[in-house]
């Protein structure tokens, strides 16, 4: 997997600093640039969806096309570690507007670098979100998470 062709992809030319500035890039530029795109999801069982990195890189970066929240924070967790950011993955649950919750069917990802702590969040259906640090403007309640693989 090749990180220069995953900046690419999103815009961006490398390095990227690794610090909360170079997250934020990323995380924009990769929200704004790979789509939310769930059709894999709905299509015939003879096409599972494979979540190794390499699949989602082939997918994402060289065919272009966009991917669902496993695939993309997949994606994007393997190209920060590749640039030398601590990520962790985690699973939530999404509490759309009923406030009834869910089972952990969210993917997302935790940055941790010095006191800052962000997370950014990609792949979720009719959102573009931007970093979020708890507490900072914009963070709109809290995630119930558990570490995932």
Not at 71 to 97: D, H, K, P, S, Y
Not at 107 to 132: D, K, N, Y
Request: hydrophobic residues 45%.
């Amino acid at each position: 997997m090749d990180v220069g062709a995953y900046l690419a992809r999103i815009g961006l030319s490398g390095p990227v600093r690794v610090d909360g500035d170079g997250l934020a890039a990323i995380h924009v530029a990769h929200a704004g640039a790979i789509p939310f795109e769930n059709m894999d999801i709905q299509a015939d069982p003879q096409h599972p969806i494979r979540l190794e990195p390499e699949a989602v890189f082939a997918k994402l970066v060289t065919a272009r096309r966009g991917g669902y929240c496993f695939e993309q924070n997949t994606l994007m967790a393997a190209m920060l570690e590749r640039q030398g950011f601590r990520v962790r993955r985690m699973l939530a649950r999404v509490m759309w507007r009923t406030g009834v919750p869910h089972g952990r069917t969210h993917l997302v990802l935790r940055w941790r670098w010095a006191a800052m702590s962000s997370w950014p969040i990609t792949g979720l259906a009719g959102s573009a979100c931007w970093p979020r640090s708890p507490g900072s403007p914009g963070w709109s309640g809290t995630f119930t998470a558990n570490a995932g693989a």
